[in-house]
Structure formats: structure tokens, C-alpha cells
């Protein structure tokens, strides 16, 4: 009988779907220290980003042969020891698209349009005061850095809301550039010419810290810097002098080099800074149809052999950690 791990972050249903196949033995996992003491034993492991799959972990594992994880990320599992070790890994890629999308353009949009800010100010009694006259988005030029999924449906919404967008992405054709009237410009001419810039890459060893000082420099001090992607994509002390200094105008981030973030972090004292705790997947549509899909790959998988979304080795996004 195969032992299946999974998470009890995914929705009933699909954990559900999984007892109903008599040939699985279902454990249902709490937290890392129970996937750390199950996974030895499991052909199947179906996980959330918030599970590590390191090295040790794999190399006890013998009879793993899947690892299933319902998200768009992965760098929470050594895949290149995967590889090693003929175990397979698939993942979700779709499922948070619109989600993260729309949180990013919310970002934006609160900063624009100084919407924490008029709470705040309205809670206080105060009614429209001054300091509440804000921008438009419309009109304005984004930056995309990584103009995969996430990229390119912001790129459409900013697009309907009148914004210009350039991207810059060397592993993306040029004619996907064409598709979406998206001008391809260079890391730093994007910096340098952007309004908001607002990042959708993985976190590869290309990407690690790819905002930080030297490359900071070349923004402009009206820029509004947007980070949904992964924390470690920004090297943090340098953003933090450089809004400390108002270098650029205001980051709205919503992921952070160490999660949760930490609670004295210096991120927090600052005014130009809006701060979600990672929850560009938090919505209910992407909770549901990222646990149903990761199923539905594994159920695949026991079934037919077939692999759904493997993740995209090809592109030699070496993991860094
Ligand atoms: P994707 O794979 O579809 O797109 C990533 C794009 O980045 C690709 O087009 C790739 O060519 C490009 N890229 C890779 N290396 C690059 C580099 N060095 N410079 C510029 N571009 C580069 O991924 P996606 O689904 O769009 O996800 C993007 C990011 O968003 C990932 O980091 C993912 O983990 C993150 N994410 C975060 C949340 C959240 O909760 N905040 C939710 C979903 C996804």
C-alpha cells in the first residue's frame, strides 16, 4: 500500500479525494516536525511552501518517488537532490496567478492612491486632509521584472488602467514581448525609467538580492518599488537606507528575506513602507484550485505515471540555498 503525506492546509475535498482511493494510506500532516517524522516512510509527499524538503530529509526517504507541492514557488525543496535521487517533483503554477496578480496591482494601488494612509487619517477624525493628495497609476510606467505568469497578468491589468509597461526577462521570447505591447528593456534602463517597478521572478542564484545598492542607485526618487515575488530578491538593509534616505518614494512588499518577518524588523518603522505578510496565495479560489490541483497530479501519477508540471529544470534555475 503507498503512503501518502499531506498537509492539512490543503481544503477537506481534496484530502478527501485521497482517502477515497482504498489503495493509499493517508497520513495527514500538522507542521514540519510531523512531515520530518512521516516522510521516511511515504511514496507521495504533497506539500505547502511553508514545508522544507533539504537533503537529509530526501536521502532518508526510500521509497519517495513524488513530491507534489500546491504552490507557484519551490524553492523550499532541493530539487536538484530530487533529481539525484529519481524522485519527481511537480507544482501548481497556475493556481495562484490571479491572486498574486491582483495583490500586486493592490499594492500599487494603495500607495497611489495613499489608501492606508486615509484610513488611518479618517479613523483619526481628520477628513481629507492635505497630505491625502495622491497620483494616478494611469499614464505612469512600470517595470516588470520576470514576465512569466504573475508578470504577464499584471502587465494586462496596468495596462487597463492606462499604465505603460516594459519588462525585462532574458529567458522569455521576443515575441511574447510583441503579444503583450510590453517594450523589452535591460535590468538597469528599467530601473532607471520606471515609476513602479515591481518584481515576478524566482528566486534562482541569478535573482538573489538583485535590488540592492548598486543596483538601487539607478532608480529614480519618485520610483514606488512592489515585491510579491520572494523576499530574498531584495537585499533588505539596502531598501531600507535607501526609503530611510526617501531615494525612492515608497515599497510595498509582501514578501521578506526571513519569514515570518521579524518582529523588531527596522521595516516596520518606516512610513514609506506598506507591508502584507505574505499573502499573494491567501485567496480562497487559489487555496481551493492549488489543493485540487496538486491532487488531481498525484491521483495522475499513482494512476498512469504521468507527470503534470514538473518544475521548469530547463531554464537551469539553479536553487541557491
Ligand atoms: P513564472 O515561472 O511563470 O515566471 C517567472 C519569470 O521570471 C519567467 O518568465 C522567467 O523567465 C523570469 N526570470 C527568471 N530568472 C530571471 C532573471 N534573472 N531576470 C529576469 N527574469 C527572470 O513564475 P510566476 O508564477 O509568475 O511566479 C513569479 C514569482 O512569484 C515566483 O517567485 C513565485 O514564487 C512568486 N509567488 C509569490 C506569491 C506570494 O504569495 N507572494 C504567490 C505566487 C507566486
Not at 71 to 88: A, E, L, P, Q, R
Not at 186 to 197: A, H, K, Q, W
Request: proline share 3%.
Amino acid at each position: 500500500m503507498k503512503v501518502i503525506l499531506v498537509y492539512n492546509g490543503y481544503t477537506p475535498k481534496s484530502i478527501a479525494m485521497l482517502k477515497s482511493n482504498r489503495q493509499l494510506k493517508v497520513i495527514v500532516y500538522q507542521n514540519q516536525k510531523e512531515f520530518d517524522q512521516y516522510i521516511s516512510d511515504s511514496t507521495i509527499v504533497l506539500i505547502r511552501s511553508n514545508t522544507q524538503v533539504h537533503e537529509k530529509l530526501i536521502l532518508g526517504a526510500k521509497n519517495l518517488k513524488l513530491v507534489v507541492t500546491a504552490t507557484s514557488g519551490f524553492d523550499h525543496i532541493d530539487y536538484s537532490c530530487c533529481m539525484k535521487n529519481n524522485i519527481k517533483v511537480l507544482y501548481t503554477p497556475n493556481a495562484n496567478v490571479q491572486s498574486a496578480a491582483e495583490l500586486t496591482i493592490g499594492h500599487m494601488l494603495n500607495i497611489s492612491r495613499k489608501l492606508t494612509q486615509a484610513q488611518t487619517s479618517l479613523f483619526n477624525d481628520r477628513w481629507r486632509s492635505p497630505d491625502l493628495f495622491a497620483s494616478n497609476l494611469g499614464g505612469k510606467n512600470l517595470g516588470i521584472v520576470g514576465l512569466g505568469r504573475i508578470g504577464q497578468k499584471v502587465t494586462q491589468i496596468a495596462q487597463a488602467i492606462g499604465m505603460k509597461v516594459a519588462a525585462y526577462d532574458p529567458y522569455i521570447e521576443h515575441s511574447m514581448f510583441q503579444a503583450l505591447n510590453v517594450e523589452p528593456q535591460g535590468f538597469m534602463e528599467l530601473l532607471r525609467n520606471s515609476d513602479v517597478l515591481s518584481l515576478h521572478v524566482p528566486l534562482t542564484k541569478e535573482t538573489f538580492e538583485m535590488i540592492n545598492a548598486k543596483t538601487l542607485v539607478e532608480a529614480n526618487t519618485d520610483l514606488i518599488l512592489i515585491n510579491a515575488s520572494r523576499g530574498q530578491v531584495i537585499r533588505e538593509p539596502d531598501l531600507i537606507q535607501w526609503l530611510q534616505k526617501k531615494k525612492i518614494k515608497a515599497a510595498g512588499l509582501d514578501v521578506y528575506h526571513k519569514e515570518p518577518l521579524v518582529k523588531d524588523s527596522e521595516l516596520k518603522q518606516l512610513k514609506n513602507v506598506f507591508l502584507t505578510p505574505h499573502i499573494g496565495a491567501f485567496t480562497e479560489e487559489a487555496y481551493v484550485e492549488a489543493s485540487e490541483d496538486a491532487v488531481a497530479k498525484a491521483l495522475r501519477f499513482i494512476d498512469s505515471g504521468e507527470l503534470r508540471d514538473e518544475l521548469p529544470l530547463d531554464q537551469a534555475w539553479a536553487k541557491f540555498l
